[in-house]
């Protein structure tokens, strides 16, 4: 089991720093290196995996369906529309960036991106489908276990292999070159005044407290509403739905900020759809901080230079059904 405190992390920060601290400017947040393909046969059978509908039972919801690559990774939705167009219980996270979070999910009840890939698969609300029905039907299409026959030497399809190349799809889902990114490498004129100023307001209001480190986030559970607590009917009770300790109620995984002005509505209950307002409140709830509309619009142009490279993905023509391959289970 992992509890993060949060001094920890700082000092692990300080150590990343003063490592690579020739050329980066020495500050709580680190750019994020462009990924390097190693396997790129893995690489793109996890990319069709991602986007293949028929790992769900309706044929009809892939991962890209709630972690949509149009969108930032992420559904734009309140909470996530599943199986039989059931209303999920939780707002989705973006898959960018996700593999430099310490756990997935918002109470951190997966460690890896491998453990997590299994779960929407068989999950009633998400894809409602079960693994072995989804061997099945990857079993029965050629084209993939010829794919598979490459990637991993069997002809054998397991769902142990589908996830670990998913995961390795996800960790290709990194977005370098920000322009803040830019900046924190020492480029002096690529961000505005306004954008500078909102950051300065974000460091030194402690906002870096919780959000820091490579994703601006990610690396700790912390309390929703610190100084004053959050409203809301969402259920979710954080942390303590995975350790079973009554003082991790109410604590989520930190989410990213990175591409954060794609990723809206936010929080895990989705209730927020701006950013004007997360900051807002961000600012009463945890930190007692009542921002003029000025300081406000200054911290949001600053998380607008968050956004980096989307992944250039090139839509993946999915291998077609045998004769032979299960169909997708229509409404009953
Ligand atoms: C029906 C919508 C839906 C589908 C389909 C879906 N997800 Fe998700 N995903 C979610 C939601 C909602 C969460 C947050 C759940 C929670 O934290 O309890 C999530 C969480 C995640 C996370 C954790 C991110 C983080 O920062 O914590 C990853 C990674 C992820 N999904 C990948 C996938 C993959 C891979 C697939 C396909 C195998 C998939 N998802 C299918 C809705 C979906
Ligand atoms: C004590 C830790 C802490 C501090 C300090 C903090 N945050 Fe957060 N932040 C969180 C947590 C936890 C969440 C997720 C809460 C939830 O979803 O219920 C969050 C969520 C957010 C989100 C929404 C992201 C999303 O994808 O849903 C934004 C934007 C944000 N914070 C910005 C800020 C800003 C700006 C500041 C400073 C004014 C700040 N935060 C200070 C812990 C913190």
Known sequence: MFTLRLSAVLLSMGLVASVSAQSVRNEPVQPIAPYEVTDPAKVELGKKLFFDPRLSKSGFISCNSCHNMSMGG????????????????????????????????????????????????????????THELAI???????????????????????????TDAIAVFEESLVTPNARFDLWL????????????????????????????????????????????????????????????????????KVPTLRNVELTYPYFHDGAVDT?????????????????????????????????GDQPQIILPILPPSHDDTPRPIPFD
């Open 136 to 162: 099945e039907v990857l079993q029965s299409i050629p084209q993939y276990v010829e794919e598979f026959k490459t990637v991993y030497g069997t002809e054998e399809l397991t769902i142990d292999e589908v």
């Open 275 to 307: 950013l004007t307002e997360a900051v807002d409140i961000m600012g009463r709830l945890q930190l007692g901080r009542h921002f003029t509309d000025e300081e406000n619009a200054n911290i949001v142009a600053f998380l607008k230079t968050l956004t």
């Open 185 to 252: 490498k020492g480029d002096d004129n690529v961000l505005t005044d306004q954008e500078l100023e909102g950051y300065m307001l974000f460091r030194n209001n402690g906002c870096v407290a919780c959000h820091n480190g490579v994703n601006l986030g990610g690396s700790s559970f912390q309390k929703m509403g610190v100084v004053e607590p959050y409203q809301t009917d969402n259920p979710a009770e954080g942390r303590s739905a995975v350790t079973g300790v009554d003082a991790d109620r109410f604590n989520f």
């Open 74 to 129: 992420s559904d734009n939705i309140k909470t996530s529309i599943g199986d039989r167009w059931q209303q999920g219980p939780i707002n989705s996270p973006t898959v960018l960036n996700s593999s430099l979070n310490l756990t997935q999910f918002w109470d951190g009840r997966a460690d890896t991106l491998k453990d997590q890939a299994g779960g929407p698969i068989a999950n009633p609300m998400e894809m409602g489908f």
